[in-house]
Each structure stands twice: as C-alpha cells, then as structure tokens.
C-alpha cells in the first residue's frame, strides 16, 4: 500500500531540516505543471514540486490541530466582568475546497462570558486551526463559534468573517475587491436584539452583517 501521508503520521525530517516529500506527491505536481502547459523539467520549475508539497504542509497545518484544545485553559476569575470580549480585525488564510485557491481577509469574534473566560489569543488560535485546512467561508465561521460556544459556554457568541476569494478575483468572474461576509450569531447575539446590535457595532459591522 501506498502511504498517502497525513499529518497524523508526522513527517519525516531530511538532513536539509526540512519536511520529506515523498515521490509520488512530487509527482502529481509535476503533472500539474505540465498539464498547466509547461516543463516541469526546465531549471525553474525543479524544485517547485517539493516546495509546493511543503508549503500545502504549512497551508493545511490545522489537520493536525484539535481547535477545541486552545480552549482548554480557562480562568474562573473574572472579576466580576460580564461585557463583551471582543477580538477584531484578525487577519487570516484559508483555501477554497472548490479550487484550492486563497481565501484571504479577517475575522472578528466575539462572546459574552458566563463563568469564565479564555487568553484573548486563543480566540485567533482557534480561527486558524480551522482556517489552515480546505475550507467554505460559511463552515469555517461556524465551525470557529461552536467550538468557542462549546469549549466556553459564554452566554453568546459572534463571529464575523470579510474575506476575498481568489477562484472569483484570479479566475471565474474576475471581480477584484470582492468580499464576502459571513456570520454566526448564538446564543444572547442570536435571540437579543440590542446585545446583537451592540456586538456589531463594536466590530465596526454594523449594518454590514
Ligand atoms: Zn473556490
């Protein structure tokens, strides 16, 4: 049997330091540059099957992570806090399971605490984990407020995601400066009304979302 790989069974290391790409992943790149019309032969392109291989390593890293896991520390004392926490402006990327092609923009989360509370950081830590695989903005925005509204079980939870999509602004349509927004409201941010219009506004989206 082939071995396919996956990050699961961690990848081997070359004297370089650097990830082995095993032959026939170098390969079916090498088919797609010549399929793409050019000589996966000629000086430039040697190298450019490995690399490709090892920069879809880094782009899809997030199969190797547990998102949930960034939440696993939480702090109880909260100092009487019961406002919005909110991260905004996230940069991130992601790539569209359609084509392969980037999905670039930023993220804006948000929840209400109940109990406890999380480092700020690993709000942007579980947008990654999920982002850094193969993805549709409308799952990558669920999937990063169930797990905060899972792993915290805060009172509500927003995410926001603009983002660009380059199978629309590369190829297709060809619509440069396109974005797409999508969202996740839950819990007080789904059923209230004015917490709902409050959170937007501090993500600057009211209006928008
Ligand atoms: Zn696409």
Redesign the pocket.
Known sequence: MVNEGSPDDGDLIGDDGKIVVPDHVADAIQTLIRWAGDDPAREGLIDTPRRVARAWREYCAGYAEDPSHHLSRVFEEVGGYDEIVLLRDIPFQSH?E??M?PIIGRAHIAYLPQDHVVGISKLARVLHAYARRLQVQERLTAEVADCIWNGLKPQGVAVVIEAS?A?MTARGVRTPGVSMVTSRMMGVFRDDERSRKEVLSLMGMQGRA
């Open positions: 569209c359609h084509h092609a999509h199978c």
